[in-house]
Structures are given as structure tokens and as C-alpha cells.
């Protein structure tokens, strides 16, 4: 896949203009980003003991956190301790990327040109942004909308009424009618009877050979990327929020919910209606049983039903009870 940023930041960064209260130094960051994905000189953040694996190989020069979860970090890495680590990197990114808080109208839309694509198909009023890629033999439905920057790629079938934004699509995606790809999240941080809303920067990764089946909504990553991996299937109005990761060859039935930040591993089913919780782990080769409510993580080659989701056998004895 290739490298987009579709949201662009100030060419420099300095942390004593972003975070109050530090010393005068002008103190240069190249980017803000995960701690898995963090380099020399970057700025990150830690604000859950679910992530200290990440922390503890973090290449991150500066970190986030708060004094209960400092002690994970390399001694490499300048801790700078907040209350609340989600807020403080809120306001920094708002600072950073003020546009990202809210998805404005794509001002730079017109209708495709045949010209200018040659090897592409259109219906009616398709409505396209600048700088957008799209690979030979793709076919695009009538009222569909796709933003600046999008990248489609080779023999893509993207369906009526889609909207695609801040997406990276790979080849032989299918995108049925009525879905919306790469819109903010559901991001906010409740302060002084208020909602702050938290700036998703990320975007879509959809990768080769995956269908996505129609009214499904997928949003952009916060930070972190939300991705789906080769040759899953989605149906019907499924749900992914943001930074959600879902792995090869999984085949998703309709109306099931992912919250921010799950990971789902390869060959996965899940049946209708399922919810998987935020940022929790669900393994390879496992199968959810509709209807279930997944709140834990689930290990590899497990079948689990109910709410909560226990494995299969147990939900069967419950259920004769």
C-alpha cells in the first residue's frame, strides 16, 4: 500500500508550543503517532496498561502518560506526565491538524472526466476530488463521491451513492451501494459538561480482493490506521469504527458493531448482530456466534456465543438450564 497523508501538518513542530508548561527550549518533533509506530524525535502516548508491551519498545524520544504508567516506558524515552493523556493529546493535535475535528464538505469535487480517467467506468454524477488515483478497469456507480487523494486500485467495482474519503483501497475491491469509507470517528472526551472532539488524523486501509457489502460504514483511524485485511468479506450495515483491525480471509454476516481500536485476527467468522468491544483481541481461526457480545479477548481457534460471549459448550449447557 502506498504512504498518503491526507491531513496535512505544520512543517514544524516544536513541544514547548504544543504542551504548556514546559521549559522554554525550542524542543523540534517530527511527527505524533503510536507507540508501535514511533521513531527518534517523534511524540507519542501510553494512557492504557493494555499497551505496555508496545511502551516498553517504543522508539519514541517523548511520551505522554501519566505518573502510574511511566514506570513501563524506556528510560530512553522523556516522560511528560498529564492527567488526562487522551484530552492533552487531543488539544495538541487540534493544534496541529485544526481541520481534522470535523469533516468538511471536499470543495475541490467535479464530475469525473472520461478524458482524464480513459481506462475507467462512470455512471452519472460522479463526483471526484483532486489528486485522486484510479487503477485500470475500476467501475464507479451514479452519485458516488470520492474525495481528494483516494486511492482505488486495478478493477475495483465501487457501487451507487458510495462516499470514499482519506482510503487507500488495493486491487479487485468491491464496494456495494450506499456505503461511506474514511469519515471521522466517534471520538470525545467529556470535560466541564462539554464534549472536546478528539481530531482523527488516520485513514482507511482496504486491502486486495475484500468485499464490502452495501450500507456499511467504515471510519478513518484516530491516530492509527483502520485496516481490512485481504480477502474478507463484509455484509450488510456492518459497523467498523475507528483504528479497528481486521485480519485475512474473515467473512463478517450483517449488522455486526466493532468499537475503536479491536484487532481482529485472520480467518475469523462473526455471525449477525455480534458486538466486539473496543480495543480488545480476538485471535486466528475463531468463530462468534450471532448475536454475541464479545466484552474480553478471545485466543486462537476458539467458537464463543452469548452475551457475554463464553465458549460455545458452556453457552450450550447455559442454554439446556
Not at 454476516?253 to 473496543?278: L, M, P, R, T
Amino acid at each position: 500500500m502506498q504512504t498518503v497523508h491526507f491531513f496535512k501538518k505544520k512543517n514544524s513542530l516544536y513541544l514547548n508550543d504544543l504542551i504548556k508548561g514546559l521549559n522554554k527550549k525550542k524542543i523540534k518533533i517530527n511527527n505524533i503517532t503510536t507507540l508501535n509506530k514511533s521513531k527518534k524525535n517523534d511524540l507519542t502516548f501510553f494512557d492504557s496498561i493494555r499497551y505496555k508491551s508496545y511502551a516498553a519498545s517504543t522508539k519514541a524520544s517523548y511520551c505522554l502518560t501519566n505518573d502510574k504508567l511511566e514506570k513501563y516506558l524506556p528510560s530512553t524515552v522523556k516522560k511528560i506526565l498529564v492527567k488526562n493523556v487522551l484530552f492533552e493529546l487531543g488539544k495538541i493535535l487540534k493544534k496541529v491538524y485544526p481541520d481534522a475535528d470535523v469533516d468538511y464538505p471536499d470543495l475541490s469535487l467535479k464530475l469525473a472526466s472520461k478524458n482524464k480517467y480513459k481506462h475507467v467506468k462512470f455512471g452519472n454524477n460522479v463526483l471526484i476530488g483532486k489528486n485522486v488515483k484510479i487503477g485500470k478497469k475500476t467501475t464507479i456507480g451514479s452519485n458516488s463521491i470520492i474525495e481528494h487523494d483516494v486511492i482505488l486500485g486495478v478493477n475495483c467495482v465501487i457501487g451507487s451513492n458510495v462516499t470514499i474519503k482519506n482510503s487507500i483501497l488495493g486491487n479487485n475491491v468491491v464496494i456495494q451501494d450506499s456505503c461511506n469509507i474514511g469519515s471521522k470517528g466517534f471520538g470525545f472526551i467529556p470535560i466541564s459538561n462539554k464534549n472536546f472532539k478528539f481530531p482523527h488524523i488516520g485513514k482507511v486501509i482496504i486491502n486486495d480482493n475484500v468485499e464490502i457489502a452495501s450500507g456499511c460504514t467504515i471510519d478513518r483511524g484516530s491516530i492509527d490506521d483502520t485496516e481490512i485485511g485481504e480477502n474478507s468479506y463484509l455484509d450488510n450495515q456492518v459497523h467498523i469504527a475507528h483504528n479497528v483491525k481486521i485480519g485475512n480471509n474473515c467473512m463478517i454476516a450483517g449488522q455486526v458493531g466493532f468499537a475503536g481500536s479491536a484487532k481482529i485476527g485472520n480467518n475469523v467468522s462473526i455471525g449477525g448482530q455480534a458486538g466486539i468491544s473496543g480495543h480488545i483481541k480476538v485471535g486466528n481461526n475463531v468463530k462468534i456466534g450471532g448475536g454475541s457480545g464479545v466484552v474480553k479477548d478471545i485466543k486462537d481457534n476458539q467458537i464463543v456465543m452469548g452475551y457475554p460471549a463464553v465458549p460455545f459448550k458452556d453457552f450450550i449447557k447455559n442454554w439446556k438450564k
